[in-house]
């Protein structure tokens, strides 16, 4: 039977192993060893290492997907909020708030009731002070719309930090 000489890769100690075998125990260490052969050099290698490289690699592996799930996850909640946003008098781009909403109803309601109140001093003709009554409406219905929008982007929101959390742990 031909004979490779190797050495242990774990305590250098000289091997004789038949040419076709794949494993060998070291007669010194006790190391389990795998017989590695490439086209030109044959070379003993832990098992051990070998399943922890393995299992390094694949935990390498779960780390990266976890990783671009979440990078996924991050950028489609940005188009996301986007679509949300909304533009404020002073020009500047915001996500709905009952703030916003609370501030387009007060300002609308008292922008009417003076309306009302200035066109009933100056005794305008009848209906020239309904138009306040028109003013508050339109008001009320816009803030109703920014508090339900303010209602949605707080759930997507929520909803988004939950995945992330999930995907996290
Ligand atoms: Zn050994």
Known sequence: MKLLALNCNQCGAPLEVPAKAKFVTCNFCS?????????????????????????????????????????????????????????????????????????????????????????????????????GVFFIGTGIFGAMRMSAKADDFRRSHRAYLSKRHDLLS
Not at 106 to 121: D, K, P, R, S
């Open 31 to 131: 190391t389990q060893l795998s017989v590695q052969r490439t086209d030109k050099v044959a070379y003993t290698e832990a098992i051990e290492e070998i399943q922890e490289r393995t299992r390094q690699m694949s935990e390498d592996l779960k780390h990266l997907k976890k990783q671009s799930a979440v990078e996924d996850l991050d950028r489609s909640w940005r188009r996301r909020r986007e679509q949300f946003m909304v533009r404020s008098q002073q020009g500047e781009l915001n996500v709905p708030s009952k703030a916003m909403a609370t501030a387009i109803g007060t300002v609308t309601t008292i922008g009417g009731l003076l309306w009302m109140w200035f066109a009933m001093n100056i005794g305008a003709p009848g209906p020239f002070p309904l138009f």
